[in-house]
């Protein structure tokens, strides 16, 4: 690793310009002991957005987070290895019966948080899917109507720039994308002509990043090192939208700092947080602590700051911190094609079939997946190949020289939200003794029904495109749950506010929050959660209900 990101860069009252190559922007500073309005943990998609959105309303923010603060333009290469530290890769124990593997599939550690490697698909949620268990009978209903999220999905996607289709295919009709849509990739091609022959409906994905100029920000040039972080700019990523619009309304940004412990007094409300940064650990007060550093690291905290008051750790007299935690089963078909793919042209998924979301007949199973064209770069799929089908030797050497002609179909699969799939401290502790987060998952026999339908549909529809010689694989994606949002203390965490029943000064504001998955990727829910909290908050204030 560089130096450069081994020392806070976000001091002295500036912090890095990320639409230059060495360049610095203005930034409030406040005191340590001068108690903000709020602290924020993490400054992913909604740690961000929730920033610039209260500081916007007039709060004093200071928001926190473990990773560093990058210049995509200078900092960022075209490639797969260098970029490894853009992810979170602290150690975590991981047991059950279907143990999550880590690292650079669910989980990043940046300012701008994991949306600065996410692959950018942003997709609405099936409306119904707010009250699965009301409309569709299974899983739990959300505390917030669709249609208020509707109204949040679209802030959303506007301060996105999100590209996509003049007529998206699912879902209650919608405005237009801000940005038309991408052309589609033979990769995505391959989709198309699949679905076209089974006879369901495809989409060019709705993606975050512009197909047009965008103020410092170019249009996308297809080279497809997205997961890698985009050294272009490109990708509107949490760190080029969000951040610089939070330290423009005064946002003080505080990069390598890990937050250790949420402080609390003995009123039992929370007082500050206390954060290790450049070498030393440190203290900053604050009228209201956010919790945003996703599903993982949010009960982690949240658990490791248990004290007198609240003994079984902070917002957990329910005792569900981190209990309902959900991954995406990320199952995928790869085919060969006759013709050349060159599918790492483009960003990875660039056409989407949403089907098994919006249709309800012909399934064995509850809930829905979307699944998406791919285009691995070569050691990701190369690893893939080897830890899920044993593939090596000379026959990984024959597979991965038709890499140009690969396709690929992979799911976004729901799963249900049980109690048993957890978060929980562990003995064992990491470089600044804090306790690992142990976690334990296993796929319910209804994930396995969904997963297993969804290789038979992904087969079927490479073969129609043309594919021959398939392999499929395993994986998970996302995290969720961990801190469920409800309607009662006794069975959630927080309201639908995202504030905690137990604390009424402490907040979640992240992929923790959801009660259940969704089949499609998380992040334009949770921007969409954040920028709702980001209007509830001042308007409580107003109301004198902070
Ligand atoms: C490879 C990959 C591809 C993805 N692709 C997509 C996609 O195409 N579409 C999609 O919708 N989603 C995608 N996702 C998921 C999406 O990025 C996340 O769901 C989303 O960013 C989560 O938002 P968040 O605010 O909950 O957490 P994050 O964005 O992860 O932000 C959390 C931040 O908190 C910080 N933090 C955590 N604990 C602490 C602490 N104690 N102290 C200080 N800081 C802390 C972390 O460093 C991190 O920066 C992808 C994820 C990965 C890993
Ligand atoms: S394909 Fe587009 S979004 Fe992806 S890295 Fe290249 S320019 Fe950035």
């Keep these: 690793m560089s130096a450069s990101f081994e020392k806070p860069r976000a001091a002295d009252g500036r912090a890095p310009d990320v639409f230059s190559h060495d360049g610095w922007l203005p930034m409030r500073q406040y005191r340590e002991d001068e108690a903000v309005d709020f602290a924020i943990v993490g400054t992913g998609a909604g740690g961000a957005t929730l920033a610039a959105k209260l500081s916007e309303a007039g709060f004093s923010v200071v928001a926190f987070d473990a990773g560093a603060f990058y210049r995509p333009l200078a900092d960022f290469a075209s490639d797969e290895t260098a970029q490894n530290r853009l992810y979170w890769l602290g150690d975590r124990i991981s047991g059950g019966e279907d143990p999550v593997e880590f690292g650079s599939n669910n989980s990043g550690r940046a300012v701008g948080g994991s949306t600065v490697h996410f692959q950018m698909v942003v997709l609405r949620w099936r409306p119904e899917w707010f009250a699965s268990r009301s409309k569709l009978g299974y899983g739990r209903d959300w505390p917030i109507d669709w249609r208020e999220m509707w109204r949040y999905y679209d802030e959303a996607e506007e301060a996105l720039k999100v590209s996509g289709p003049v007529r998206y295919p699912w879902g209650p009709p919608r405005g237009r994308y801000p940005y038309r849509e991408h052309e589609v990739n033979a990769a995505g091609l391959v989709l198309a002509k699949g679905a076209e022959e089974l006879g369901v409906p495809w989409a060019a994905t709705p993606l975050a990043t512009v197909s047009a100029p965008r103020g410092k920000s170019p249009p996308c040039v297809y080279r497809g090192f997205c997961k890698s972080g985009c050294s272009t700019n490109a990708k509107q990523s949490a760190l080029?939208?969000?951040?610089?619009?939070?330290?423009?309304?005064?946002?003080?940004?505080?990069?390598?700092?890990?937050?250790?412990?949420?402080?609390?007094?003995?009123?039992?409300?929370?007082?500050?947080?206390?954060?290790?940064?450049?070498?030393?650990?440190?203290?900053?007060?604050?009228r209201n602590v956010v919790v945003a550093g996703y599903a993982i690291e949010t009960p982690r905290l949240l658990l490791h700051s248990a004290c007198a008051k609240h003994p079984d750790g902070l917002a957990?007299?329910?005792?569900?911190?981190?209990?309902?935690?959900?991954?995406?089963?990320?199952?995928?078909?790869?085919?060969?094609?006759?013709?050349?793919?060159?599918?790492?042209?483009?960003?990875?998924?660039?056409?989407?079939?949403?089907?098994?979301?919006?249709?309800?007949?012909?399934?064995?199973?509850?809930?829905?997946?979307?699944?998406?064209?791919?285009?691995?770069?070569?050691?990701?799929h190369a690893r893939s190949l080897v830890s899920d089908t044993g593939m090596f030797g000379m026959e990984l050497r024959q597979r991965m020289a038709l890499y140009n002609h690969m396709a690929g179909l992979k799911i976004v699969g729901e799963t249900d939200a049980?109690?048993?799939?957890?978060?929980?401290?562990?003995?064992?502790?990491?470089?600044?003794?804090?306790?690992?987060?142990?976690?334990?998952?296993?796929?319910?026999?209804?994930?396995?029904?969904?997963y297993?339908?969804?290789?038979?549909?992904?087969?079927?529809?490479?073969?129609?495109?043309?594919?021959?010689?398939?392999?499929?694989?395993?994986?998970?994606?996302?995290?969720?749950?961990?801190?469920?949002?409800?309607?009662?203390?006794?069975?959630?965490?927080?309201?639908?506010?995202?504030?905690?029943?137990?604390?009424?000064?402490?907040?979640?504001?992240?992929?923790?929050?959801?009660?259940?998955?969704?089949?499609v990727n998380p992040s334009l829910t949770i921007y969409a959660l954040a920028c709702r909290m980001g209007d509830r908050i001042p308007a409580l204030a107003s109301r004198g209900e902070l």
Excluded at 264 to 271: F, I, N, P, Y
Excluded at 333 to 356: F, L, N, T
Excluded at 422 to 448: C, M, Q, W
């Design 240 to 286: 080029n939208t969000w951040v610089p619009r939070a330290i423009a309304a005064g946002t003080e940004i505080r990069d390598l700092a890990m937050v250790g412990q949420i402080e609390t007094g003995v009123d039992g409300l929370a007082s500050g947080v206390v954060y290790h940064r450049d070498g030393q650990w440190r203290r900053q007060r604050a």
């Design 316 to 380: 957990n007299s329910s005792g569900l911190v981190g209990k309902y935690f959900m991954v995406h089963s990320n199952h995928a078909v790869w085919g060969v094609m006759q013709d050349e793919i060159r599918w790492y042209k483009g960003p990875p998924s660039m056409a989407v079939c949403e089907h098994w979301n919006y249709e309800d007949k012909g399934k064995d199973f509850h809930g829905g997946y979307a699944f998406m064209s791919q285009g691995p770069l070569p050691i990701d």
């Design 418 to 450: 049980r109690e048993q799939n957890r978060i929980e401290l562990a003995d064992e502790t990491d470089e600044f003794g804090i306790p690992l987060a142990h976690v334990t998952y296993a796929y319910s026999d209804n994930d396995k029904r969904l």
């Design 452 to 519: 297993k339908h969804s290789l038979r549909f992904m087969r079927q529809m490479l073969e129609a495109a043309g594919a021959s010689d398939m392999t499929e694989t395993s994986s998970t994606a996302h995290l969720m749950g961990g801190c469920r949002m409800g309607t009662s203390p006794s069975d959630s965490v927080t309201d639908a506010d995202g504030r905690a029943w137990d604390i009424p000064n402490l907040w979640i504001c992240d992929g923790s929050l959801f009660p259940t998955a969704g089949g």
